[in-house]
Antibody, heavy 120, light 106 residues
């Protein structure tokens, strides 16, 4: 059974950079078929797609976050990483990593999510 | 830019009722990338339907999806207590877009 687990700092100061890691177990992160995505939900709001990455390094970014976000993949460690720069309170959210079952299709496996609060 | 609109914004129903959630795209989109998710507080979203009408693994047949072009529908034939949640449609058109969600509550 594939499992994903997000980890991160919990609280980050405004203007700083958020770094999150997603550890994948129970299946290969380097499969050429699947992509891996990040999605977030701000308090009281809906789900928002952030970005998606393939093991080849190909990435797709949300237009609203492009320029502030970058993804990377570390296959030997079975980890995905998200970096989000110039944080504001609007970036406070639960951040999820998930496996994309194709290329920008749908997410079947999800991590439980990690809450990130942007606050001084 | 494609916009997804869901209606109604919320539904108040009872166990055993039928729930119908609509997802409308601002322009014709491919059915192959249209998906529906269920999201409960404190939990990860759960994939229900993919490619507009295919049920994801482990999803009971009370859940069904239909539609094409600009209009898509998620139907829950007989609501069970665990079905009260927020439902989102999604579509990829240059970027992955989530609809605003429909809350189904008692």
């Amino acid at each position: 059974q594939l499992q994903l687990q997000e980890s991160g700092p919990g609280v980050v100061k405004p203007s700083e950079t958020l770094s999150l890691t997603c550890t994948v177990s129970g299946g290969p992160i380097s499969s050429t078929y699947y992509f891996w995505g990040w999605i977030r939900q701000s308090p009281g709001k809906g789900l928002e797609w952030i970005a998606t990455i393939h093991s080849s390094g190909t990435t797709y970014y949300s237009p609203s976050l492009m320029g502030r976000v970058s993804l990377s993949i570390d296959a030997p460690k079975s980890q995905l990483s998200l970096s989000l720069r110039s944080l504001t309170a609007a970036d406070t959210a639960v951040y999820y990593c998930a496996r994309d079952e194709g290329k920008n299709t749908w997410f079947y496996y999800w991590g439980p999510g990690t809450l990130v609060t942007v606050s001084s | 830019e494609v916009v997804l609109t869901q209606s109604p914004g919320s539904l108040s129903l009872s166990p055993g009722d039928r729930a119908t959630v609509s997802c409308r795209a601002s322009q014709s989109v491919s059915s192959s990338n249209l998906a529906w998710y269920q999201h409960k507080p404190g939990q990860a979203p759960r994939l229900l339907i993919y490619a507009a009408s295919s049920r994801a693994s482990g999803i009971p047949d009370r859940f069904s999806g239909s539609g094409s072009g600009t209009d898509f529908t998620l139907t829950i034939s007989r609501l069970e207590p665990g079905d009260f949640a927020v439902y989102y449609c999604t579509q990829y058109v240059n970027s992955l877009i989530f609809g605003p969600g429909t809350k189904v509550d008692i």
